[in-house]
Structures are given as C-alpha cells and as structure tokens.
C-alpha cells in the first residue's frame, strides 16, 4: 500500500503535486488562504484521496483516464466543462468527467474525497451481468439516479476510505479486487450508463400495462389541479417515468404530460362555463389550471371545443 502527504500553501507547489497525482492541469483563482491537505492511499489499482483547499480555485485539466469519483464532505465543486454550470454540494458523490474527456471547473473551500480505478473494471463486472450490454462500458452521466443510489455509492466509497485502505497492516490484495468490483458495481447501478440499457428496456417495456396505466390516469385527474411533472405520475403508478410513458403510447394516443393538458383543459372548461364574467377573467382561470401563456390556452381551447374561452365564459348558462 502506498501513502502519500500533501501538505503547502504555494499555489505553484500544489499545481505540480495535482498534476502529477491526476492529470497535467492549470490552477488560478484570488485565495484567501492558500493551504492546501492531500492524503493519497492506494492499492492494487484503487486510490482513495482526502482532500482540503481552504480557497477558491479554478482548474483546467486534461483527461484522466480513470474512473473518477467524488464526494463532496464540505465547500461545493462547479463543473463548468463544455459551458455546463453543475454545482455539487456536501453528500453528493459524482463523476467528476468521464475519463477520456477534458474538464473544468472550481471548488470553494471544499473538503472532499476522490476514488479513483481502472475503466476496464466496469467491463468486468458487467459481463458477469445476465442481460449485460456488449462492448465496452461507459457511465454516460456524472450525477447518480436519485438520492438513494447516491447515498449507496458514497456509503461504498466511504467504506473503502475508512475500512478497506486504513489500518497498520497492508490490505489483502483479494480484499482490495473485491472491493474495487464492488464499487464498480455500485458506480453501475448509481450512475447513468450503457451497462444495462437492455435490462431497463425490458423492464420499462413488461411494466407498461393496463394497470399502470390506469393508476396514472387515477392520478393525474385527483391531482390536476397542483404542479405535478411525469416523476410525479410515474411514482403514483410504482413504475419507471420511461415505463408509464411506454403505457400511454401503448394503449393511447397520447403521452402522460399530454393526457395532464387534457385533464386541465376540461377543468377549465367547465370552469369557464360556471363563472361569472363579472367577478372571473380568462387569463386567471387559465393560469389556474396550468396555462401561463393565455394565448397558447385559447389556441387549444378553440381546437377542442370549436369556440373560444371568451365566448364560453360570456355565454355562462
């Protein structure tokens, strides 16, 4: 097991060391306090790195070929790579860039760790997969799936950091394998990739039923009147937001985001019918049921009823 210390507040002292532990990069910024801690341990391939930069620091840096993990413990990191403004905060773990790509970006007075490992080993642990995609693996996003897998995947780097790399003894080099997988495995199942695309179409395509597609229905119409979006119904219907919207296309001729405009459009309508043109005004109940932009709700009102919401609220009965 290596370990190595970093321990400086010169700016060029540290630009040097990060270009010799990551990638040849460049580092700027206006610090206040320039000290920078670094803690690297690393074995059998798998490195873990404490980090401290009491500053504000930009970097531009080249790719690093490796799987590059980050867990934000305190101060924020911004990835600013192809114009993007991605800001990460304590608890998020992410892939800072995917590992042939350049990337750029600042943290600001950020305490973190990064974990790094050899790109082949998530084509290792996805061949043992039954319904795993063939060629290689990509990660093909750099924030996790939802607050669970990101809570799963900083658990598993945080117990490689703290009970597979530490201790007196040097790791058993098949404890350090296993652990790796196992966090490749994680990295899979945490982050968007290309690893299981298949299984997740399969799974999307057997959960779009009837059933689904009545639960969505169900929801959509007890909860039109409040801002919902398609995780929303698709969390109602105990499925993927992929998987209800495969049920609509299948057994409808519209999508779950349409169905909600026809829900509101009606409850409009019948709104419209029942108000007084005295006291109520198009534009409010429009805005009322999720039509900001008065003009575009007449343009759909006038296709699916033949007149114009005006008119019906004049005509009130």
Request: aromatic share 8%.
């Amino acid at each position: 097991m290596d370990t190595e210390r970093f321990d400086s507040s010169d700016l060029g002292a540290t630009e040097e060391f990060l270009s010799r532990a990551y990638t040849p990069m460049r580092i700027g910024g206006r610090p206040n306090d320039t000290q920078t801690r670094i803690e690297r341990t690393a074995a059998g391939g798998l490195t873990v790195d404490r980090l401290t930069f009491g500053y504000t620091m930009s970097y531009t840096a080249n790719p690093l070929g490796q799987i590059c993990l980050i867990t934000v413990h305190s101060g924020s990191m911004v990835d600013t790579t192809e114009g993007r403004h991605e800001v990460y905060g304590p608890g998020e773990t992410f892939l800072i860039a995917p590992p042939d790509r350049p990337y750029t970006g600042a943290l600001h007075s950020a305490r973190y760790t990064i974990t790094m490992f050899d790109p082949t080993v998530l084509d290792t642990v996805a061949a043992a997969g039954a319904h795993a995609a063939p060629g290689p693996v990509r990660l093909t996003g750099q924030r996790a799936l939802d607050g669970g897998a990101n809570r799963r995947l900083g658990g598993t780097v945080a117990f490689l950091r703290d009970h597979v790399l530490t201790g007196p003894t040097v790791p058993d080099p098949l404890v350090v394998a296993t652990a790796t997988q196992h966090l490749a495995a994680v990295a899979l199942s945490a982050l968007p990739s290309t690893a299981y695309q298949e299984e997740c179409h399969r799974i999307d395509s057997r959960d779009a039923h009837t059933d689904t597609l009545r639960r969505a229905r169900t929801f959509i119409e007890e909860n039109a009147h409040r801002a919902i979006g398609l995780s929303d119904i698709a969390a109602a219907a105990f499925v993927t937001p992929r998987a209800v919207q495969y049920a609509f296309s299948r057994h409808t001729d519209t999508s779950p985001l349409g169905y909600l405009r026809q829900v509101r459009l009606t409850r409009a309508h019948r709104e419209l019918k029942t108000a007084d043109p005295g006291t109520s005004s198009v534009t409010r109940i429009a805005a009322r049921w999720g039509f900001p932009h008065v003009g575009r709700f007449a343009a759909a009102y006038r296709r699916l009823y033949g007149t114009t919401p005006a008119a019906t609220l004049r005509t009130r009965g």
